[in-house]
């Protein structure tokens, strides 16, 4: 009897040695469902991938360099022109215009050892060097400030303006006489309009 009892326990470590060896895939179905899924999945994945890196939308990179707003800001033209019409006085700006523009920044608080506006006492020794000294020292710039306090006014409009501050400040100056390109052009103007 331990001889048939040895051959079925034989039978059974063989049977179980058996199980012990297989894989999760029992019938000839699920092998072709498995290999079928092992190539269509990559597949699939290999597809979506590309579809993503080729389309035309993506998220930023991080930098904003190469956009096209940025480099047209770093290629602009380092200068500008702008042509003013000198033919017209009337067009350029009044001496107090350019004051409020340019020269209230240090003038009307006093700023750096500017003259302050309408100081009799700050601005007398500057009129009494007279209306040329002025606008030579506004022109080309003086102490702190820079030349035409850093404007960019034509010569016309910063006398203007000089004369408007020394004026404020006790002078009598008469207002300065209009270039002659501007006086030629006022000229033949107002001959055009009488006629």
Not at 34 to 51: C, E, G, Q, R, Y
Request: charged share 15%; proline share 6%.
């Amino acid at each position: 009897m331990s001889g048939t009892q040895d051959h079925a326990n034989a039978q059974d470590t063989h049977a179980d040695g058996h199980d012990a060896h297989e894989g999760p895939i029992k019938t000839p179905k699920q092998l072709i469902v498995a290999v079928f899924f092992a190539f269509v999945i990559p597949i699939v994945v290999i597809v979506m991938l590309a579809n993503y890196v080729s389309s035309e939308v993506k998220p930023a990179a991080g930098s904003t360099g190469l956009e096209e707003q940025a480099v047209a800001a770093r290629i602009q033209p380092v200068g500008a022109i702008e042509l003013k019409d000198l033919s017209n006085p009337a067009a350029m700006k009044s001496g107090e215009q350019v004051f409020q523009a340019q020269c209230a920044a240090c003038h009307a608080a006093g700023v750096a050892g500017a003259p302050k506006l309408g100081d009799h006492d700050a601005w007398g020794p500057r009129v009494k060097a007279g209306f040329d000294t002025l606008v030579h020292s506004a022109l080309k710039g003086k102490g702190n400030m820079g030349p035409q306090g850093g404007g960019d006014f034509t010569d016309f409009e910063i006398s203007r303006a000089v004369v408007y501050m020394a004026n404020q400040g006790g002078a009598k100056f008469d207002e300065p006489k209009a270039p002659a390109g501007a006086a030629s052009g006022a000229e033949s103007g107002a001959s055009a309009a009488s006629q």
